[in-house]
């Protein structure tokens, strides 16, 4: 009987011991899933926050930019509930926007109950960077070869030789009745010229290698204005299908 007893007695001894640390495992495993939430919260709101300001494209405040995340975070309910002192936890000291960037830092602390081993604090550390829309550049990604090309004030294209026969138009007249038959000597057809806008009457001017008629020898249009510059310098010109073929 009395061997009884003390097995009985051992086997609370064990369950005193053993159910709290099982318990307090358990509350630990339940608290890392709650904090990962926390985390992930803070994570998405950094990025919504930096992406929007990025494709916005003007200057903005860091500290403006983090209370939009701080904003965003406290929407969730409890998600600040272990960060210490809340939203107002959340620091954006190291975040910054560039001409080039907008990269959002957050640090924060987190407490935990974890049972009889008592709290845990940790600090994080987030961030988000995101490559501000600046504009269209033709040139991005492209090197700079030190080239110089040749254009026409009012031509679409840029040549690598002076004597290109698209910056030096042979103008020849025909008939307006019959420029629709008519092809350049790259076989395609001819447009009325948005410049002079001429009539389908009379007499209009066209040269081999242009894709318009005119109503005008003098057509601004028709005129070829060369300029040296840059291969930098060209814009949106595309490159000429004879120079570069």
């Not at 926007?97 to 049972?115: C, E, K, N």
């Not at 009889?116 to 550390?125: A, H, S, Y």
């Not at 988000?128 to 829309?133: F, T």
């Amino acid at each position: 009987m009395k061997q009884i007893n003390k097995q009985q007695a051992s086997y609370t001894i064990e369950a005193a011991v053993v159910m709290p640390i099982f318990a307090t495992f358990m509350v630990a495993l339940l608290l890392f899933f709650r904090i990962f939430t926390v985390a992930w919260t803070v994570e998405v709101a950094l990025h919504e926050v930096a992406e929007e300001a990025a494709y916005a494209g003007a200057d903005a405040d860091p500290l403006a930019l983090g209370a939009l995340v701080s904003a965003k975070v406290a929407a969730h309910p409890g998600a600040t509930g272990f960060i210490d002192h809340g939203i107002l936890g959340l620091h954006y000291g190291a975040s910054a926007v560039t001409d080039t960037d907008v990269d959002l830092s957050v640090r924060y602390r987190i407490t935990v109950p974890v049972g009889i081993l008592g709290p845990i604090r940790f600090t994080v550390n987030q961030r988000a960077k995101h490559r501000r829309w600046v504009g269209y550049d033709p040139w991005e990604g492209r090197v700079d070869t030190g080239e110089y090309v040749y254009i026409a004030k009012y031509g679409e294209d840029y040549h690598s030789h002076v004597d290109c026969p698209y910056l030096n138009p042979s103008i020849r007249s025909v008939s307006a009745a019959r420029v629709g038959a008519e092809r350049n000597n790259d076989g395609k057809r001819y447009r009325a010229c948005g410049t002079c806008h001429p009539k389908k009457s009379g007499v209009v001017y066209v040269t081999n290698y242009g894709e318009s008629y005119h109503s005008s020898r003098t057509c601004s249009a028709l005129k070829r204005t060369i300029q040296r510059v840059s291969i930098r310098e060209v814009g949106l010109r595309r490159a000429c299908p004879k120079c570069y073929s």
